[in-house]
Every structure is written in structure tokens, then in C-alpha cells.
């Protein structure tokens, strides 16, 4: 037989390689999605991810806008003090009006699994949910002064509070390492006096909305963690009223 051209072997050979490529380049892909699915501040894939230092990085919980918030480990019987970010790693950010906001590659936020549309009723919505599931000052107290210096912050300890940033009443995760950080007091903070969260009123009004089905959960959740300050008004409940006071919660959650 014949020898084939020179021509029709380099053609065979030509497409053996765009054939490799074409799979190698699936591949690629399909490792990337499942990475970007491990967490997300509040934007994109890319640009967020669990802080290096959180030990139980879950999964992701999709909002309705195709945005994701990390899931965290979910409430225990027992907790144990987590490791912060290393010292100096974290930035805040202000908002236009000086408020204060987290830095979303340390402090993505963390969901509870346990918390769901389907579960509102006998969590979050049920009195004394939160206190059921809250850690101690214990671990809290040595939590707070590690992620301090995470973020810098120099600051009297007493004045800033060690902040869900998606709160137990929001169904944010008790005690995962990526849901809280230390918030500095709000403008007009007096010295000595303590925590001024005006943060905590945005979530009794998104928790109230929540229960009574004006929002839903994965939304409240994903506007939170963009950024509080805002989170009423893109979501349309300037003028919700804060949730009836549960006498087994603290101030905070």
C-alpha cells in the first residue's frame, strides 16, 4: 500500500491535539466551579473565600440571587475557643457615613444548617432559639481578643462588640470563625460606654420580616453580609418594625 501524503498526517495529528486540549480544558473548569462553590462573601467566586484560618469550612447555601454564603458547622453541645486570622491580616472598610464593615476575605459570614425556610418556625422564629445556642464568654471572650488584633483594632475591647455579622437571629452560624469579627462603635460612640451597634436594629427587622414571610431567609442573609448598612433598603423594609423583644436573647446576636 502506499505511503499516505505528508499533508494528511500532519491534518491527523492536528486534530489528535485540539482533541486533548478541548478535555484537559473541561476538566479545568469543572475544578473551578466546584472551588467557587466553597464560599463567597457576597459578590462573586472569585473574589471571596473562607478566611484561611477557619478549621470547618463547609459548604455553600445559594440565596435567591445566585449568590452563595458559607455554611458553617451548625450549633454544638460544646464549643471550643477557633482560630482567628493571623495577627494584621484583616482590613475594615466604612461606609460613606463612617459605619463600620467587615472585611470579606476574613469575615465572609457562615450560615447555620440547622436554620432553613423550611425550619423557621422551630428556630429562629421560636423564643429563646438564640440562647439555646449561643457559646459562652468563655470561648467568646478569648475569640474576641485574638481576632482584635486579626483586624488591628486598638480600641477600648469594652466599646466594640464581637459581632455575628449574619446573627444568631438571622440564622448565622454560632461560633464559626468566618461569622464573626470585632466591630468598632458606629460615629457618635461615647468612650467608656460601651458597644453602639446601630447593626443590632437592622437585624431585629429583618428577623421580624423573616417570620412573617416579607423576605426570605436566604435573602436577609445575603443582603447582611454585603453590607448592613443597607441591607433594609434593598430589600425593601425601610419601614419594618424590629421584632417583638425575646427575653431569653442578648443584645448582639
Known amino acids: 500500500m502506499p505511503n499516505a501524503p505528508r499533508w494528511a498526517a500532519a491534518a491527523a495529528a492536528t486534530t489528535l491535539i485540539a482533541v486533548t486540549a478541548t478535555g484537559c480544558s473541561s476538566d479545568s473548569d469543572s475544578g473551578k466551579d466546584a472551588g467557587s462553590k466553597a464560599a463567597k462573601a457576597g459578590t462573586s467566586a472569585s473574589s471571596s473565600s473562607p478566611a484561611p484560618s477557619s ?92 481576632n482584635a488584633a486579626s483586624y488591628g483594632y486598638k480600641g477600648p475591647l469594652k466599646d466594640a462588640e464581637y459581632d455575628h455579622l449574619i446573627s444568631l437571629q438571622l440564622g448565622g452560624d454560632p461560633n464559626d470563625p468566618r461569622n464573626l469579627w470585632v466591630q468598632p462603635p458606629s460615629p457618635g460612640h461615647k468612650a467608656g460606654a460601651g458597644p453602639n451597634n446601630p447593626k443590632d436594629v437592622v437585624e431585629s427587622k429583618l428577623k421580624a420580616a423573616i417570620c412573617s414571610g416579607k423576605t426570605e431567609l436566604a435573602k436577609a442573609q445575603q443582603a447582611i453580609v454585603k453590607d448592613w448598612t443597607t441591607a433594609l433598603s434593598v430589600l425593601g423594609l425601610t419601614n419594618e418594625k424590629p421584632a417583638a423583644k425575646d427575653p431569653k436573647a442578648e443584645e448582639g446576636e
Open 55 to 146: 478549621p470547618s469550612a463547609g459548604g455553600a447555601t445559594p440565596s435567591a440571587g445566585g449568590a452563595a454564603v458559607p455554611v458553617g458547622p451548625g450549633p454544638q453541645g460544646s464549643y471550643t475557643v477557633q482560630k482567628q486570622p493571623e495577627p494584621g491580616t484583616c482590613a475594615y472598610r466604612y461606609t460613606a457615613a463612617k459605619e463600620p464593615l467587615p472585611d470579606p476575605k476574613c469575615t465572609p459570614g457562615a450560615t447555620n444548617p440547622k436554620v432553613t425556610q423550611a425550619t423557621l418556625k422551630t428556630t429562629i422564629c421560636r423564643s429563646g432559639y438564640t440562647a439555646d445556642i449561643r457559646p459562652g464568654t468563655n470561648i467568646t471572650s478569648r475569640e474576641k481578643t485574638a
